[in-house]
């Protein structure tokens, strides 16, 4: 049963599964579901990221919740139904997931490659999409579906065509099924951060190019700055902001 709304620890007796959630916005997503009091599944890459996940994991028992660890290549065939039933098979349930992972690919549209565009678009639409009907078949009632996409959906920037489109795709499928699970309660949005100053946007950068971005974007934002939208849109009694996308970004790009 879900504590009231009001109780700092709102998500007990809930589980949720967390994509990509060794480092970064997905490390900050799982610390804070914890501290609501959720259980998280902690998905993370490959063994390069392993001690990364272990420290995640660290952080979510710290906050007081419990955590699982599992290793999976989000651009093989099937992972949808595979975390769905670690989760409910370590958890007992699944009521919260939140699709985090994603490539980045950065390039013209003329030099990019068909490996380019399948690997990109299964970790960043395929897995998502089979994590996506994987909860809709198994999530609780009043549960609740988070899909991080990129502000770029709201503009036009040169080189990231594919990772743009790739994510696309998150939104118009969380309109759909928002309406098909609303009558069970489930919501389903995208949140569309801008650059974070993390990582996994300098992964993809030169030092130019960083630079350039942080002054067109007027600045690069924290993993803090997006943390309290996911912990609005998991609340209990936040299933009528349903089917939307949600851009946060500092005012960069709005729609």
Not at 85 to 100: H, P, Q, S, Y
Not at 200 to 224: C, D, K, M, N, W
């Amino acid at each position: 049963m879900n504590k009231s709304v009001d109780h700092p620890r709102f998500l007990a007796g809930q589980a949720a599964v967390v994509t990509g959630a060794a480092r970064n916005l997905g490390r900050g997503i799982a610390t804070m579901l914890a501290a609501r009091g959720a259980s998280v599944l902690i998905h993370y890459h490959s063994d390069a990221s392993r001690a990364d996940a272990e420290e995640t994991a660290r952080l979510v028992r710290a906050a007081g919740g419990e955590a699982e660890l599992v290793q999976l290549d989000l651009a093989s065939q099937q992972v949808g139904d595979a975390l769905v039933e670690r989760c409910n098979a370590r958890f007992g349930r699944l009521d919260i997931l939140i699709n985090n992972a994603g490539i980045i690919v950065k390039k013209p549209v003329a030099e990019l490659s068909d490996q380019d565009f399948e690997q990109c678009m299964a970790v960043n639409a395929r897995a998502p999409f089979q994590l996506m009907r994987a909860a809709a078949r198994a999530m609780q009632p009043g549960g609740r579906i988070v899909n991080v996409a990129t502000s770029i959906l709201g503009c036009s920037f040169p080189f990231y065509s594919l990772y743009a489109a790739s994510k696309a795709t998150l939104e118009h499928m969380s309109r759909a099924l928002a309406k098909e699970l609303a009558a069970r309660n489930i919501s389903a949005n995208t949140i569309a951060p801008g650059a974070l100053d993390t990582p996994f946007f300098y992964g993809g950068e030169t030092p130019e190019s960083a630079e350039a971005i942080r002054h067109f974007t007027g600045g690069l934002g924290q993993v803090s700055d997006v943390v309290p939208l996911v912990e609005f849109l998991v609340r209990p009694d936040a299933g009528w902001m349903s089917g939307q996308l949600l851009f946060v970004n500092g005012a960069f790009v709005a729609r």
